[in-house]
């Protein structure tokens, strides 16, 4: 089977810094994707990492550690309009077959 | 670039009623997916296709539905015939392997609403 586990809900305050964890059990992995999905949107990529270690992009980082079967994304100086909800998908095949996680509601307070 | 564009963007319809959910991806592109969200499953892979041929399509819940890929820039998935607990978001997604990242583009949905 496939799974990924990850928080349901995390709430923060503007400016501060916040984790979000996942966590997976798959039958194969070639890397591990973050996605941005504000409500009533369509998911948007935020980063993908295929090997350990930290991939940073503006005030979003990811990382990965394949021997831990872990991976988390760090938003930093968080804005208000980061609230949104935050999906990990494991790249399952060496082609595209992708599972996502059930995601991760990020809720910023002033 | 126009993005991926979905149509149309709400279907409400009967129970029995076919169902055609229809995907221009972006340009380039060579591999498409559709998806489907509910509050309840979540964000779930039903088929893709790479190159226009049909890869994985393990998820497509049953033989009610069915997929096409014509051509590059064009995709439809089917339903029929259609059944409450179809509701939800139909996405279709995109992507051409680049500098090894497998970004997939996102639509903006179709939401199916059968009663």
Known sequence: GQSLEQPSEVTA??????????????????????Y??????APTFLS????????????????????DSYGYLLLQELQMKDSASYFCAVRVTGGFKTIFGAGTRLFVKA | DAGVIQSPRHEVTEMGQEVTLRCKPISGHNSLFWYRQTMMRGLELLIYF?????????????DRFSAKMPNASFSTLKIQPSEPRDSAVYFCASSLARGGTYEQYFGPGTRLTVT
């Open chain 1, 36 to 41: 941005q999905q504000h409500d009533g949107g």
């Open chain 1, 13 to 34: 305050v503007e400016g501060a810094i916040v984790q979000i964890n996942c966590t997976y059990q798959t039958s194969g992995f070639y890397g591990l994707s973050w």
């Open chain 2, 50 to 62: 790479n190159n226009n041929v049909p890869i994985d399509d393990s998820g497509m819940p049953e």
């Open chain 1, 48 to 67: 993908y990492n295929a090997l350990d270690g930290l991939e940073e992009t503006g005030r979003f980082s990811s990382f990965l550690s394949r021997s």
